[in-house]
């Protein structure tokens, strides 16, 4: 079975995701990937590269807010996320703070918990695009009304990566939210218009 290379664009997929969990561990992985769309690679089992081990995403804080801080390796871009909610960033700091694990084991615990909430296919990278189009969406649907031209600043990619990935995305979007709905077309109009 493969995992969904698009995103969840249910706007309560935070919710519905967070109510299928079992547990602490659970929830810190969702609240991290919903929260940032940091790639697996940051927090997977960490490989050397140049002889040293990767760094684990770090907190910053800066008055009474807080952040993510981590580096994407394939890039080396230093990566921030918005501010998080107090009682999220705990769950997510006990998170990091259990011993990293493949990036299989993650996929294989997001698709039980996608299942549980109703989604098929759930990975890592599902949760990286569904994150995207969050930044995406306009402020007024609870997005953060981001253009696609700031959005790889925020996911550490290039904008080539973006357009390929989510230029499409609109027109699946249209098709999913009209669902079956059915359209009757004038037989003789169409084909008079052929």
Not at 13 to 30: H, P, Q, S
Not at 62 to 82: D, I
């Amino acid at each position: 079975m493969g995992t969904v290379k698009y995103p969840i664009t249910d706007r309560d997929v935070k919710l519905k995701m967070l109510g299928a969990c079992r547990d602490d561990y659970e929830r810190g992985l969702i609240l991290l990937l919903l929260n940032t769309g940091m790639h697996s690679s940051v927090f997977c089992n960490p490989r050397k590269r140049n002889g040293k081990p990767r760094e684990r995403p770090k907190i910053l804080r800066e008055g009474k807010a807080r952040y993510l801080s981590w580096m994407r390796p394939k890039t080396n871009k230093t990566l921030r996320s918005f501010p998080i909610r107090k009682d999220e960033l705990s769950l997510i700091e006990k998170f990091l703070s259990s011993p990293a694990k493949s990036n299989k084991h993650y996929d294989e615990i997001l698709r039980k918990i996608g299942e549980r909430a109703g989604y098929d296919g759930v990975s890592c990278l599902t949760m990286r695009h569904t994150y995207c189009i969050w930044l995406l969406r306009p402020k007024n649907e609870s997005g953060a009304g981001m253009t696609i031209y700031q959005v790889p600043h925020w996911m550490g990619c290039t904008l080539e990566v973006v357009v390929r990935n989510y230029s499409i995305l609109s027109g699946a979007q249209l098709m999913e939210e009209v669902g079956d709905f059915d359209y009757e077309f004038d037989e003789e109009q169409t084909q008079g218009e052929m």
